[in-house]
């Protein structure tokens, strides 16, 4: 039965490529309004959504059709998600899956856990739809530049159609697997950055401390073995303490850090540096910080 309708499913997807690609897309805030504005310039046929509805408004501006009603029917081909934690999605999904048309393709660009991605993937694929996570890295910046990296778990051919969905939108598109896959990847990337960020916040510290000056640290140590994206971004922020704009959310890490630690003791894995690195971004959140910049971790070593 699968089989069948995931063939159905592909007649549809061809027709509506022949038709253009009509996207909705749902949850704009720091990423989400960029992605939005660069599919709009893109030419795509653009629907948006916010619980905030205010958060539409320039948009709509720009030529954007405001959703306010999630449970009738999307007319789009591809509706994309991104949204802040797993109950956000789980909210949203139970709005719009019992509407959902055979060959529509969600892409979830949220960060959730893999396990709250294959239960929607499931329930999705019963309306001979697709659901594909597709989490992201990059930051605001690669929003906003269109130079995301894409890590996409599900359907290889409900992937293969969204190319020129993806385009505006990333430089790399990787499918990582099966459903979920996408959101494994995701956590790794964040292990990996938050142990990185929360040491670029010690470093700064001791060169501070130490009579160095901070914002020499990211143009020297450019292009060694200590560099990276994270490095040149939040070095600078951390040695002039500018927390705005704010680009990365200190719970939005600190989310994704909580479902890799419940995702390795679930398998029995031991992650120490990343279970240090959580802590200290709780206690940014303890004192307040949660919707701050992550650069402002550093005000942890200024007392």
Same mark, same amino acid.
């Given at each position: 039965?699968?089989?069948?309708?995931?063939?159905?499913?592909?007649?549809?997807?061809?027709?509506?490529e022949?038709?253009?690609?009509?996207?909705?897309?749902?949850?704009?805030?720091?990423?989400?309004?960029?992605?939005?504005?660069?599919?709009?310039?893109?030419?795509?046929?653009?629907?948006?959504? !916010?619980? *905030?509805?205010s #958060?539409?408004?320039p948009?709509? =501006? @720009?030529? &954007?059709q %405001?959703l306010?009603?999630l449970?009738? +029917?999307?007319?789009?081909?591809?509706?994309?998600?991104?949204l802040?934690d797993?109950?956000?999605?789980?909210?949203v999904?139970?709005?719009?899956?019992?509407?959902?048309?055979?060959?529509?393709?969600?892409v979830?660009?949220?960060?959730?856990?893999?396990?709250?991605?294959?239960?929607l993937?499931q329930?999705?694929?019963?309306r001979?739809?697709?659901?594909v996570d597709?989490?992201?890295?990059?930051?605001v910046?690669?929003?906003?530049?269109?130079?995301?990296?894409?890590?996409?778990?599900?359907?290889?051919?409900a992937?293969?159609?969204?190319?020129?969905?993806?385009?505006?939108l990333?430089?790399?598109?990787t499918?990582?697997?099966?459903?979920?896959a996408?959101?494994?990847?995701?956590?790794?990337?964040?292990?990996?950055?938050?142990? !990185?960020? *929360?040491?670029? #916040?010690?470093?700064?510290?001791? =060169? @501070?401390? &130490?009579? %160095?000056?901070?914002?020499?640290?990211? +143009?020297?140590?450019?292009?060694?073995?200590?560099?990276?994206?994270?490095l040149?971004?939040?070095?600078?922020?951390m040695?002039?303490?500018?927390?705005?704009?704010?680009?990365w959310?200190?719970?939005?890490l600190?989310?994704?850090?909580?479902?890799?630690l419940?995702?390795?003791?679930?398998?029995?894995?031991?992650?120490?540096?990343?279970?240090?690195?959580?802590?200290?971004?709780?206690?940014?959140?303890?004192t307040?910080?949660a919707?701050?910049?992550l650069?402002?971790i550093?005000?942890l070593?200024?007392?």
């Open positions: 039965m699968v089989t069948t309708s995931l063939r159905s499913s592909a007649d549809s997807l061809a027709r509506w022949r038709a253009g690609v009509r996207v909705a897309f749902l949850g704009i805030g720091l990423m989400g309004s960029r992605m939005s504005a660069r599919l709009l310039q893109a030419g795509h046929s653009l629907s948006v959504w !916010n619980r *905030t509805r #958060a539409t408004d948009l709509a =501006a @720009q030529g &954007a %405001v306010t009603d449970s009738q +029917p999307l007319d789009a081909a591809v509706i994309g998600l991104c802040a797993d109950t956000a999605v789980q909210q999904a139970s709005q719009i899956i019992p509407q959902l048309q055979a060959g529509q393709i969600v979830d660009f949220s960060s959730i856990t893999a396990e709250t991605t294959r239960d993937s329930r999705t694929q019963a001979g739809a697709y659901w597709a989490p992201v890295s990059g930051g910046i690669g929003a906003e530049q269109g130079t995301l990296v894409i890590f996409a778990g599900g359907d290889a051919m992937i293969a159609q969204l190319t020129d969905f993806f385009a505006p990333s430089q790399r598109v499918h990582m697997g099966n459903s979920g996408g959101q494994v990847t995701k956590i790794c990337n964040q292990l990996i950055v938050a142990a !990185n960020s *929360t040491l670029i #916040a010690e470093a700064v510290a001791l =060169a @501070q401390r &130490a009579g %160095v000056d901070a914002s020499q640290l990211a +143009p020297a140590l450019a292009g060694g073995f200590a560099d990276s994206k994270p040149q971004i939040l070095a600078p922020r040695a002039s303490q500018t927390f705005e704009p704010v680009q959310k200190v719970q939005t600190n989310k994704d850090l909580n479902n890799a419940n995702l390795a003791q679930s398998l029995g894995l031991s992650i120490p540096v990343a279970q240090q690195a959580q802590q200290r971004l709780q206690q940014q959140v303890d307040g910080q919707t701050a910049d650069s402002s550093i005000k070593y200024l007392n």
